[in-house]
């Protein structure tokens, strides 16, 4: 399990590494993403969870783009192991609106393992994913189905404030790659890593039924595509390219208590 813990944390170093190296950059539209959570704890710190968001941009007026249905189990069998399944499923007028804004895919099945640890009263974790999006044309989009990874790393410290009251400031940061078997030879080279999360966050537990987290990210689209040039041959568009998108979120979450389950259980944050 050590060893296991340690490549995870050196392969995030890897693809955090790998997207410094790009060459060109645009940054996007601020987007806010509300969602809402019902979470019902079972047994030790065993959940199921259902999610619903939303995707609007303050320059689009009060029109929401898309919203994302998320479901999920997770199962800890150790206080530092943990696994689980996700179920998501987008829709709206953009279908690549999800936990990172750029993947593809209406319907997402995936898989999850997660490691657990403190350093002091700092908690840390990472949490490895495996996906797979799969797009419907009848929904109205024509991208491929895509299977994908995706690494996440985080620490986070509780304050307690009171017998009910306590604050939870979080920094994470997710990789995502889509998996590549075979790759054509008149596509271009992909980058590394295809897309990034930087989230930092304030977890506010106002009781154990509920709680909320206001959150801010840059989200991150790695593309390389062919380099397009003017008449004087410099370089105007395409090639190694970072399309960053800022974000601001607020996640609500009501936490149901099942017969066997502790009130003064260990509760994951509300980006899971």
């Given at each position: ?122 908690n840390f974790g990472q949490r490895l994913g495996l996906e797979y999006a799969t797009t419907f044309d009848v929904l109205g989009s024509s991208n491929e189905d895509r299977a994908l990874t995706r690494l996440r790393l985080d620490m986070d410290r509780m304050f307690p404030l009171g017998a009910k009251l306590a604050l939870r400031p979080r920094l994470a940061y997710e990789a995502v790659t889509y998996l590549r078997l075979q790759r054509d030879e008149n596509q271009p080279k992909e ?82």
């Amino acid at each position: 399990m050590h060893y296991i813990s340690r490549f995870l944390w050196v392969a995030g170093g890897v693809l955090l590494a790998s997207a410094a190296t790009a060459q060109r950059r645009g940054v996007n539209d601020l987007l806010l993403v509300p969602e809402a959570q019902v979470e019902l704890a079972l047994k030790g710190a065993d959940y199921v969870l259902a999610g619903f968001n939303l995707i609007a941009s303050p320059d689009g007026g009060a029109t929401f783009a898309g919203g994302q249905l998320r479901l999920g189990y997770e199962h800890f069998w150790s206080q530092q192991w943990s696994a689980g399944a996700t179920f998501r499923v987008l829709g709206g007028s953009n279908y690549s609106y999800g936990d990172i804004l750029g993947l593809e895919g209406n319907i997402t099945p995936g898989l999850l393992v997660r490691h657990s640890g403190k350093i002091g009263a700092f908690n840390f974790g990472q949490r490895l994913g495996l996906e797979y999006a799969t797009t419907f044309d009848v929904l109205g989009s024509s991208n491929e189905d895509r299977a994908l990874t995706r690494l996440r790393l985080d620490m986070d410290r509780m304050f307690p404030l009171g017998a009910k009251l306590a604050l939870r400031p979080r920094l994470a940061y997710e990789a995502v790659t889509y998996l590549r078997l075979q790759r054509d030879e008149n596509q271009p080279k992909e980058r590394v890593i295809d897309f990034g999360n930087l989230r930092a966050e304030v977890g506010v537990r106002v009781s154990p039924h509920f709680d909320f987290t206001p959150w801010v990210a840059s989200q991150t689209s790695y593309v390389n595509s062919l380099p397009q040039y003017d008449a004087n041959g410099q370089q105007i568009r395409g090639g190694q390219t970072n399309l960053l998108t800022p974000t601001l979120g607020l996640d609500l979450r009501l936490t149901l208590f099942s017969s066997s389950a502790e009130k003064d259980r260990f509760q994951l944050p509300t980006q899971h």
